[in-house]
């Protein structure tokens, strides 16, 4: 038994009956090309469905006129979308998984990096996060959206869908319509709360004359936006009532965040509790008239799903970025198999990936969309020829290989120079955000371990030590140190790293200075979330950064946060300056920087303490001594080019399964 007794039970609502309580939300992929299903769009949606989960909803559809040709997305547009349809509806389907789509319009709204010429809205009301100012849409205009939506609804159900889902939050078109925030218009459907619901009001009723009551009709509506004179959670409610009429909607659920400054609500990262929005979900039930609602917001672990469904907060679950990361979510959770989930690190790379815009990727999952994301395509069976392996340093990269080849029946030794694994993972994890990292190492060294393989803790290893086990197959995963680069001639001052000082401060309690200055010439999110936990530490911190942005490379909803916290904290961020060190001034408690852009010179006063955060070479010592040995290990991670998580956790990976 799982112990998931709620999370199990069948769900009745509109015409489907649903054998559990775990939907897939809607997630874009950016698997279609040219309005086509693609073999890894499919794969996508199938895994999920063979994984368990009762219903999956879809990313959206191309159903308007002025959609067509969003090559990401399926065509339900016309006619000639429909074979592309029955194949993704069939392939999920046929697993016992119900498959509805999700129909929307981003209207004025984008955050991608993507050009986009023509957008249109309910008023000519400038883009919150852009600015742009989008053409305002004619009654008939509306009128003839209204139209296109519900014949795109039938085409779907003709399809083999099973229903739509109306996204109206997130700050999309229909949510623009909500907000008084975005909508000024005079005509019916604008004005005041009422008038600006019209929208949706007609929109489901127009859908519901094309399709019957057999067709599943679902909303996702917004709860607090943060838009100023938007919605709240009193106003949510109060929208919620009129439209969730159980003759008419099978389903809510509730949104928080929109196209502003605060669109990273949509996607809770690591510095959020579990389950976030779970309590005030809950509150917004009691306007649902018994629609049964979907819980939504960072629902990690089986155990959150269930406690939501105990406390009355939701009725189902839908979890999307950790069913990214692990399509078998729902049946390891409710087969007992819940410790061999495959961890999700609320790091926000997909959404990353659809924003740029690319596929969908994930940090944890590098076989996304393909059949060897599911545990039951890889039967492990002896190998006709076993190995020996050796594997160097025990942090992300070498604990994957590890795993892989372990579980492929090869014999294993794994040396790592600390008595505990992870490497800079581990110091990452315990830094704020960063707990998810820990079930990264702590997954791989668990599937290694039960695998049988070898650990030698605490041994910095030797070609010496490598050459004793015999190896056929040597993987190296040293990982990557981090040397004070001088940025100019005369500074030669030997400076603490950042990790040096973080360890420190993680390993004793009380204020450790008055001002401490932070040199991030690496430009990595973990330099920031290293700055809020050294801000509790002393008394001011302040940043000199050569970057124009600060932590520029990570996605836009991971630095929307990471900006209101250093900001809360008090945390001093200068960009594109370069320091200039000198002993007198650090006796002084000075640090002198110049502009990097105008050569105009500054100076940091009150530093009693400094670290710096600089580019990571790859550790090459043990590389070069096996050579010599005429040993050709593999190089996997930061020991062959210091880059992400993503990158260690799939060549790794790929190294492990490489030997077979």
């Given at each position: 038994?799982?112990?998931?007794?709620?999370?199990?039970?069948?769900?009745?609502?509109?015409?489907?009956?649903?054998?559990?309580?775990?939907?897939?939300?809607?997630?874009?992929?950016r698997?279609?090309?040219?309005?086509?299903?693609?073999?890894?769009?499919?794969?996508?949606?199938?895994?999920?469905a063979?994984?368990?989960?009762?219903?999956?909803?879809?990313?959206?559809?191309?159903?308007?006129?002025?959609?067509a040709?969003?090559?990401?997305?399926?065509?339900?547009?016309?006619?000639?979308?429909?074979?592309?349809?029955?194949?993704?509806?069939?392939?999920?389907?046929?697993h016992?998984?119900?498959?509805?789509?999700?129909?929307?319009?981003?209207?004025?709204?984008?955050?991608?990096?993507?050009?986009?010429?023509?957008?249109?809205?309910?008023?000519?009301?400038?883009?919150?996060?852009?600015?742009?100012?989008?053409?305002?849409?004619?009654?008939?205009?509306?009128?003839?959206?209204?139209e296109?939506?519900?014949?795109?609804?039938?085409?779907?159900?003709?399809?083999?869908?099973d229903?739509?889902?109306?996204?109206?939050?997130?700050?999309?078109?229909?949510?623009?319509?909500?907000?008084?925030?975005?909508?000024?218009?005079?005509?019916?459907?604008?004005?005041?709360?009422a008038?600006?619901m019209?929208?949706?009001?007609?929109?489901?009723?127009?859908?519901?004359?094309?399709?019957?009551?057999?067709f599943?009709?679902?909303?996702?509506?917004?709860?607090?936006?943060?838009?100023?004179?938007?919605?709240?959670?009193?106003?949510?409610?109060r929208?919620?009532?009129?439209?969730?009429?159980?003759?008419?909607?099978?389903?809510?659920?509730?949104?928080?965040?929109?196209?502003?400054?605060?669109?990273?609500?949509?996607?809770?990262?690591?510095?959020?509790?579990r389950?976030?929005?779970a309590?005030?979900t809950?509150?917004?039930?009691?306007?649902?008239?018994?629609?049964?609602?979907?819980?939504?917001?960072?629902?990690?672990?089986?155990?959150?799903?269930?406690?939501i469904?105990?406390?009355?907060?939701?009725?189902?679950?839908?979890?999307?970025?950790?069913?990214?990361?692990?399509?078998?979510?729902?049946?390891k959770?409710?087969?007992?198999?819940g410790?061999?989930?495959?961890?999700?690190?609320?790091?926000n790379?997909?959404?990353?990936?659809?924003?740029?815009?690319t596929?969908?990727?994930?940090?944890?999952?590098?076989?996304?969309?393909?059949?060897?994301e599911?545990?039951?395509?890889?039967?492990?069976?002896?190998?006709?020829?076993?190995r020996?392996?050796?594997?160097?340093?025990?942090?992300?990269?070498?604990?994957?290989?590890?795993?892989?080849?372990?579980?492929?029946?090869?014999?294993?030794?794994?040396?790592?120079?600390?008595?505990?694994?992870?490497?800079?993972?581990?110091?990452?994890?315990?830094?704020?955000?960063?707990?998810?990292?820990?079930?990264?190492?702590?997954?791989?060294?668990?599937?290694?371990?039960?695998?049988?393989?070898?650990?030698?803790?605490?041994?910095?290893?030797?070609?010496?030590?490598?050459?004793?086990f015999?190896?056929?197959?040597?993987?190296?995963a040293?990982?990557?140190?981090t040397?004070?680069?001088?940025p100019?001639?005369?500074?030669?001052?030997?400076?603490?790293?950042?990790?040096?000082?973080?360890?420190?401060?993680?390993?004793?309690?009380?204020p450790?200075?008055?001002?401490?200055?932070?040199?991030?010439r690496?430009?990595?999110?973990?330099?920031?979330?290293?700055?809020?936990?050294?801000?509790?530490r002393?008394?001011?911190?302040?940043?000199?950064?050569?970057?124009?942005?600060p932590?520029?490379?990570?996605?836009?909803?991971?630095?929307?946060?990471?900006?209101?916290?250093?900001?809360?904290?008090?945390?001093?961020?200068?960009?594109?300056?370069?320091?200039?060190?000198?002993?007198?001034?650090l006796?002084?408690?000075?640090?002198?920087?110049?502009?990097?852009?105008?050569?105009?010179?500054?100076?940091?006063?009150?530093?009693?303490?400094?670290?710096?955060?600089s580019?990571?070479?790859?550790?090459?010592?043990?590389?070069?001594?096996?050579?010599?040995?005429?040993?050709?290990?593999?190089?996997?991670?930061?020991?062959?080019?210091?880059?992400?998580?993503?990158h260690?956790v799939?060549?790794?990976?790929?190294?492990?399964?490489?030997?077979?």
């Amino acid at each position: 038994m799982s112990g998931f007794d709620l999370l199990s039970h069948p769900l009745n609502f509109g015409a489907l009956r649903l054998k559990n309580r775990i939907a897939h939300a809607a997630i874009l992929t950016r698997y279609a090309m040219a309005e086509r299903a693609t073999d890894r769009l499919i794969a996508y949606h199938e895994n999920r469905a063979k994984g368990g989960a009762a219903m999956i909803v879809t990313e959206a559809v191309n159903a308007l006129p002025s959609q067509a040709g969003r090559g990401a997305y399926l065509n339900a547009h016309s006619d000639s979308g429909l074979i592309d349809l029955e194949r993704l509806a069939n392939a999920v389907t046929r697993h016992d998984c119900r498959i509805l789509a999700q129909i929307q319009e981003r209207g004025r709204g984008n955050y991608s990096r993507a050009r986009i010429e023509r957008t249109f809205a309910p008023s000519a009301l400038p883009d919150d996060l852009t600015g742009a100012v989008p053409h305002a849409l004619s009654t008939g205009e509306v009128e003839a959206m209204i139209e296109a939506f519900a014949d795109a609804a039938r085409r779907l159900q003709r399809a083999g869908f099973d229903g739509v889902e109306i996204s109206a939050g997130h700050g999309h078109l229909f949510h623009q319509f909500l907000s008084a925030h975005s909508n000024q218009r005079t005509d019916r459907f604008g004005g005041d709360l009422a008038g600006r619901m019209t929208l949706l009001l007609e929109l489901i009723s127009a859908i519901r004359a094309e399709c019957g009551r057999e067709f599943v009709l679902g909303l996702k509506l917004p709860a607090e936006d943060g838009d100023p004179n938007g919605i709240d959670l009193d106003q949510a409610g109060r929208i919620a009532a009129p439209l969730c009429d159980p003759a008419e909607i099978d389903f809510v659920a509730f949104a928080w965040g929109a196209q502003n400054r605060h669109l990273y609500w949509h996607v809770p990262d690591g510095h959020w509790a579990r389950a976030p929005f779970a309590e005030r979900t809950g509150e917004l039930r009691r306007h649902a008239n018994g629609v049964p609602v979907m819980g939504l917001g960072r629902i990690i672990d089986p155990n959150e799903g269930e406690a939501i469904l105990a406390q009355g907060q939701a009725d189902f679950i839908g979890v999307g970025r950790a069913m990214i990361a692990d399509p078998e979510w729902p049946a390891k959770a409710l087969g007992g198999r819940g410790h061999s989930i495959r961890p999700c690190v609320s790091c926000n790379t997909c959404w990353a990936a659809i924003a740029d815009p690319t596929p969908l990727v994930c940090d944890t999952n590098p076989d996304l969309a393909s059949s060897s994301e599911l545990s039951t395509s890889k039967p492990r069976i002896a190998v006709p020829d076993r190995r020996r392996v050796v594997v160097v340093g025990a942090g992300i990269a070498g604990l994957s290989a590890a795993a892989e080849a372990a579980e492929a029946g090869h014999c294993v030794t794994l040396f790592h120079a600390n008595t505990d694994v992870g490497g800079r993972a581990r110091t990452a994890a315990r830094l704020p955000g960063g707990e998810g990292l820990q079930g990264v190492y702590d997954f791989d060294a668990a599937r290694a371990l039960a695998a049988g393989a070898r650990f030698e803790l605490g041994v910095n290893a030797t070609a010496a030590d490598v050459a004793r086990f015999e190896p056929d197959t040597v993987i190296i995963a040293s990982g990557a140190e981090t040397p004070w680069d001088r940025p100019t001639p005369d500074d030669d001052l030997p400076l603490p790293t950042l990790r040096a000082v973080v360890e420190d401060a993680l390993g004793r309690t009380g204020p450790m200075g008055d001002g401490l200055l932070l040199i991030d010439r690496d430009d990595s999110i973990w330099v920031y979330r290293a700055a809020e936990l050294l801000a509790d530490r002393f008394s001011s911190v302040t940043i000199l950064t050569e970057w124009e942005t600060p932590a520029q490379r990570e996605p836009l909803v991971v630095r929307q946060g990471m900006l209101e916290r250093l900001a809360a904290k008090r945390v001093r961020v200068r960009t594109h300056c370069r320091v200039e060190l000198s002993v007198d001034n650090l006796m002084e408690g000075t640090v002198d920087f110049y502009h990097l852009l105008t050569a105009d010179r500054g100076r940091v006063e009150g530093v009693d303490a400094i670290a710096h955060a600089s580019p990571r070479r790859p550790r090459t010592d043990l590389l070069s001594a096996l050579r010599q040995r005429d040993y050709a290990p593999l190089v996997v991670g930061d020991a062959y080019q210091p880059r992400a998580l993503m990158h260690a956790v799939a060549e790794g990976r790929r190294a492990g399964r490489s030997l077979n």
